[in-house]
């Protein structure tokens, strides 16, 4: 058996490179301590939406890259196969049972069983080893019969002798049969395969396709590998024939660049070129946890999944990136690596390594830390704790040093002149020249002191990076100097091409030599570049970095298209990158603390980003499970019982690659202000939201930072049931009414007491009005009095008696107008209007408003006697009085009253001015014109009602004008025309 693998490992070692190690892949291994269920797994898949499903002796365990569940079987029987179709669904098969994963109302997923489906004579079959699904039609494979379900139902493919393992290529179902050979199911039957005789006593245990149409490769038990063709089945040369047959396969598929992968019961996996002639091993030495495998499958990430007896594996074979490590006798932190003379060499803290044929190899003779490595073509130099060496036709010897016990730390080979080397050391810089054999080591005046750990040659000066001191730069036949902005020791230096770059924790700068100084770099100015550890021009003109960002490490590349990164992390963890190698071919060697990783950008897939984060359960009051996380169909929306004071919601983006998700964002829309921070927690908890509708929403950051899109669950708090609607609704129907009856209550009362106030009102103007009637009855009265008592004294006095007839014909056309007073309605009066001369209606206006003159007061008329105005005269004639008698009564003392008219294009308007006590604004305004409304003392307040009246009557308008001390201006306003 040892001499079996020493002969593959030469074999495959032989067809790469003469001085390069394959290298191993990144695996990462899953023990049962860890998800915590049975070790034995016989299958993986992969369902819709990304998660693992893997089959054990527990049943069914779902794995989404962040929790473990477990789904018992039907009987707790032992789940042997399963298979994803391709809308999908997972489909199962166990002892003596198959059927389909299902979910119930609360997206609980459950293994649904199908064989209550079969007749009852068919429904003994054994362990069902093998599941198959296309579209439309899944098989169940057993050694008694394939059992094919299609929506017409079930039909049975019956072997003659039993069957052998069956397999699904291309949609096209294989079985293989026991002395005949290997079939192609057609339906319910069996078509013998050309060449497949060849099969008979040969049980195949993988079969898949190859990149040439119609041709399959076969792996057998005990005879390797065949070809399968139209024309038959011929023996494949592979260089993994010895390992197969020794191991024995037992599972195999092909990936998805075209290699196949092959699962042995004893040696783990066997990965093969496309054409099955190259092979490279998989094993417990280069990685996997066993050697015992069961069954491989490939995610959509392009990671093999491995089931051993002991736990499963994952496995990168597609991202070319390979790790070197102790177990391939590289030993110590890699601190250097260079190719010299076709063979690489590293520069550990445990000594100078090469790598050879079946490993990395320690130099002889060189003992120590090594630090600098700079090859100069038909020599090695080496720099480490103990000096300098040079490694030339096999042989390493010592070279003189400044001190004899120096360490270098670095080494600079001058372009200009190759016999002229700088180092750098603990103790500053030095240089030496090589005469023929010889090395002669001086130090220039003014050399720095101190460590000095890089050297660049730019322009015909030397910049040293410094540990302690900073940036140092040297001329010949200057000194050295310190550019003042980089008198730090936290700076990292590169050289691009013919660019200078310097860069600390923050900022990139870029040196200018015709102006001498640095500028810095606006593009690199956001503190991404924390680490740089190497800057460099690739083969096609495109800048690559190398640095750590945050917590991760990252290669980028920077073309005009934009930037490509390359993310590292998942091969180095938290260990950093110290140094990088470019080759003229475009691969990338990294140096760590671990080891060396090796990587060729060429063959890498674009950075993909995170799947969608999937809303795995949600929990009420931290233990009563709502949402089981397999929603059946589409996710519905779920409405939270009021009784529930917290809602937790686990989440997990199934991705197991590069670019997994490193940290997640949430944001629960209707409650956060805003999106969180990035938080590695794969869940998040709500205390007492307050009722309503909210959209819970989470993304998944990859390493790189590229976020996926995001998954969502809606959900709606419902208030509890003092808040609900119905009792909301009740409350407001109950308030509304009580509100109703108070409000009609209040009307009431207030109606009530307007009723009252307005009676009240009503005798107070009767006896207002009563007052007013009695006053100028009682006038007329002692108007009649007055001429009885006269009337025997001077009847025989002629003019007396004309006077008495004037006298009672005045009393008489008085108290016939107080009459109609009192029986007429202003808005019923009906004017007689005719054509009238103006002066006279005024003038009797004014001789009734003040029958005794005017005493003190001066009353202006400027009417003309001619012109005619169409009006009523008594009517208008009532207009005036009453507004001359207001006037008279506003103004006291020797003020002045004035009657004017003036005519307009089709109008005619009258003036009574008066320089009385005038009104404010809010009076004319609200009061003025109304009934009842006066500033007089013992005023009814209904003349200029009824003059308001009498104009409108007329088809005019009335209006006032007053300013408080200074006076009123009433304005009557007719139409020109009757």
């Known amino acids: 058996m040892r001499y079996l693998r020493l002969l593959l490992l030469w074999a495959v070692a032989g067809s790469l490179q003469a001085q390069d190690l394959p290298g191993r892949w990144r695996v990462e291994a899953f023990t049962p301590e860890q998800y915590k269920s049975h070790p034995q797994i016989w299958a993986i898949t992969q369902d819709a939406r990304g998660i693992l499903h893997i089959a054990n002796n527990n049943g069914v365990m779902r794995y989404d890259g962040v929790r473990f569940e477990d789904l018992p079987a039907p009987g707790g029987a032992v789940v042997r196969s399963l298979a994803t179709d391709p809308a999908g669904r997972v489909w199962y098969g166990s002892q003596r049972d198959f059927g389909v994963i299902e979910a119930d109302a609360t997206g609980q997923p459950w293994l649904k069983s199908l064989v209550g489906e079969l007749d009852s004579t068919e429904a003994d079959f054994g362990d069902v080893w093998k599941t198959y699904a296309t579209h439309d039609t899944q098989y169940f494979f057993t050694v008694r019969k394939i059992i094919r379900r299609t929506a017409a139902g079930y039909t049975f493919i019956r072997p003659e002798r039993g069957f052998y393992f069956p397999f699904l290529v291309d949609g096209v179902l294989y079985a293989q049969e026991p002395g005949r050979g290997l079939f192609r199911v057609e339906g319910d039957s069996l078509v013998a395969v050309p060449g497949g005789d060849t099969f008979a006593q040969r049980p195949i245990f993988s079969l898949t396709a190859t990149d040439v149409p119609g041709r399959l490769l076969a792996a057998t038990a005990d005879h390797g590998l065949f070809a399968v063709t139209a024309a038959g089945a011929e023996h494949v040369p592979s260089e993994a024939h010895a390992w197969l047959v020794a191991h024995k396969p037992y599972h195999g598929i092909r990936l998805s660049d075209g290699r196949h992968a092959i699962a042995t019961r004893t040696g783990g996996v066997v990965v093969l070129a496309a054409d099955g002639l190259q092979a490279e091993i998989l094993n417990k ?349 589409h996710l519905p929306d779920f409405d939270m019982r009021p009784d529930a004071r917290s809602i937790r919601i686990n989440f997990a983006s199934p991705s197991f690659g590069i670019g997994r998700p490193v940290g997640y964002r949430t944001y629960l829309e209707g409650f956060d202000p805003d999106w969180s921070a990035i938080s590695t927690e794969t869940f998040r908890e709500y205390t007492s939201l307050p009722a309503g509708t909210y959209v819970f929403r989470v993304k998944a950051v990859g390493a790189d930072g590229t976020e996926s899109v995001e998954g969502r669950f809606l959900f709606t708090v419902q208030p509890p049931w003092y808040a609900s609607a119905w009792f909301l609704a009740g409350m407001l129907l109950l308030t509304g009414y009580l509100g109703y009856r108070a409000v009609d209550h209040r009307i009431r009362v207030l109606r009530d007491r307007d009723r009252m106030q307005a009676r009240q009102h009503q005798l107070d ?154 009104m404010d604004a809010d009076f004319i305004r609200h009061k003025l014109f109304q009934p009842f409304a006066t500033t007089k003392a013992n005023g009814l307040g209904l003349g200029l009602y009824s003059c308001r009246e009498i104009v409108l009557a007329h088809g005019g308008a009335i209006s006032a004008r007053s300013t408080p001390g200074q006076g009123s201006v009433f304005e009557i306003r007719l139409p020109a025309h009757s």
């Open 285 to 633: 030495e280069r990685g996997l946890p066993n050697d015992i495998a069961w069954y491989v499958y490939q995610d959509r990430e392009g990671g093999l999944w491995t089931g051993h007896d002991l736990g499963f594996s994952r496995t990168m074979v597609e991202y070319p990136i390979r790790s070197f490590d102790e177990s391939d006798g590289l030993v110590g932190t890699v601190e250097a690596v260079v190719r010299h003379q076709g063979r690489l060499f590293a520069a550990t803290r445990r000594g100078l390594f090469r790598m050879g044929r079946h490993g990395f190899e320690p130099v002889p003779g060189f003992e120590g830390d090594a630090w600098a490595l700079l090859d100069l073509g038909d020599r090695l130099l080496v720099g480490g704790a103990r000096g300098l060496f040079e490694w030339r036709n096999g042989r390493l010897r010592r070279l003189p040093t400044p001190e004899p016990a120096a360490t270098v730390l670095a080494l600079h080979r001058s372009p200009g002149d190759g016999t002229h080397i700088w180092l750098g050391t603990r103790e500053g810089a030095h240089r030496m020249r090589r005469d023929g054999d010889r090395w002669v080591v001086t130090t220039p005046e003014n050399a720095p002191t101190g460590e000095i750990r890089r050297i660049f040659e730019h322009q015909g000066r030397l910049w040293f990076q410094t540990s302690y001191t900073g940036l140092l730069r040297y001329e010949p036949e200057r000194r050295f100097t310190h550019p003042e902005q980089f008198g730090r020791n936290d700076l990292s230096m590169h050289l691009v091409g013919d660019t200078l770059w310097v860069n600390d924790t923050e900022r990139m700068y870029r040196y200018h030599a015709e102006a001498d100084s640095f500028v810095m770099v606006p593009d690199f100015a956001q503190g991404s570049l924390i680490n740089l550890r190497a800057m460099w021009t690739g083969t096609d003109g495109a800048v690559w970095l190398a640095a750590r960002v945050g917590a991760h490490n990252r290669l980028s590349r920077m073309s005009a298209a934009g930037m490509q990164r390359y993310p590292v992390h998942q091969w180095l963890g938290e260990l950093a990158m110290l140094s990088v190698l470019p080759e003229a071919d475009g691969t990338i060697w990294v140096t760590h603390p671990a080891g060396l990783l090796r990587f060729q950008p060429d063959q890498a897939p674009p950075s993909v980003a995170p799947g969608e984060p999937l809303i795995r359960s949600v929990l009420l009051n931290q233990d009563s499970l709502w949402f089981a996380g397999m929603a059946p169909g």
């Open 765 to 918: 103007m009767i006896g207002r009005i009563g007052a007013s009637v009695t006053h100028d009855i009682r006038n007329t009265v002692f108007s009649l009095g007055m001429l009885t008592r006269n009337l025997e004294k001077h009847f025989d006095d002629p003019e007396f008696r004309k006077d008495a007839i004037e006298t009672l014909d005045t009393v008489g056309h008085h108290l016939e107008t107080l009459v109609r007073r009192f029986q007429e309605r202003p808005d019923q009066w009906n004017p007689q209007i005719r054509d009238t001369k103006l002066a006279d209606t005024v003038r009797a206006a004014v001789r009734r408003a003040l029958p005794e003159g005017l005493s003190t007061l001066t009353l202006r008329m400027e009417i003309d006697d001619q012109v005619r105005v169409p009006h009523d005269p008594d009517l208008l004639g009532r207009v005036v009085e009453n507004l001359v008698r207001n006037a008279v009564d506003a103004t006291t003392g020797t003020g002045t009253v004035t009657i004017r008219h003036r005519t307009g294009s089709a109008e005619h308007v009258v003036e009574i001015e008066d320089t009385g006590r005038g």
